[in-house]
């Protein structure tokens, strides 16, 4: 069957590992630090590009932002014949233990109702591969980064759905009791795409895991500027490709 959206993409357009990011711009900032790298597919938020790290094939797939761009990515990836599928994006941390620009690991996440619900129940956990996991984040404390591991939420929505004010004075406002609600669950942090990977992963049997950069702390207003989260962002994408590039 061929792609609809990823188009004409098959398991020799693919690495070892193919990263996802959810910004279209950062396929580039990151691919131009590989030793070679190959525009392999632009349609829509989806670009596709196939390299060279260190002598092993890798890829990088933007997905859009959300549920259903992501899924769109992950499904035609998954069955082009990707291997490993790991998330680079950012987040937003609801825990003071969390700077901006530390980097977050998710080994599961709490995820909205109805999530992707005709793949499976709301029971299903939406949960990272361990083994995969546990290889990035050494390599980012060896990297020198503050790590922090733990829950995450993924939502499908940016403003009331992560409790945010909108400004828009004629209509539902976000609960203020709804962070907290998940606060004290130990919910570390919100994003909108770690859930998806997770789940379509476990279902079809192949490893992911999530690098996440925290743009901000959402306690205290306490943002990285853009030119360091891109920054960021880069250096995550090394040590997420030297950390995969060790377990082939």
Known sequence: MENIHLKK???ADLGEVTLLVGDPARVELISSQWDTHQLVSENREFILVTGTWKGTTVSICSTGIGVGST?????ELIRS???KLVRLGGCGAWNDRLSAGDLLFNHAM?????MLHQYVSDTYPAAADPDLLAQIKLQAENSGFRVHTGIGMTT???????????GISNGPQPNKNWMDYWKERHVLNAEMESAVLFILASLYQISAANCLVVHVNRLNEQWVSDQDYQAIHQ???KLVLDACVKIQ
Not at 71 to 75: F, G, H, M, R
Not at 110 to 114: E, I, K, L, Q
Request: hydrophobic share 35%; proline share 3%; aromatic share 6%.
């Open 9 to 11: 993409v098959g398991a």
């Open 71 to 75: 899924e769109i990515a992950i499904i």
């Open 81 to 83: 014949g990707a291997k």
């Open 110 to 114: 709490v995820r909205d109702p109805g």
């Open 156 to 166: 499908q929505s940016y403003y009331l759905g992560q409790s945010r004010e909108h």
């Open 235 to 237: 250096q995550a994408a």
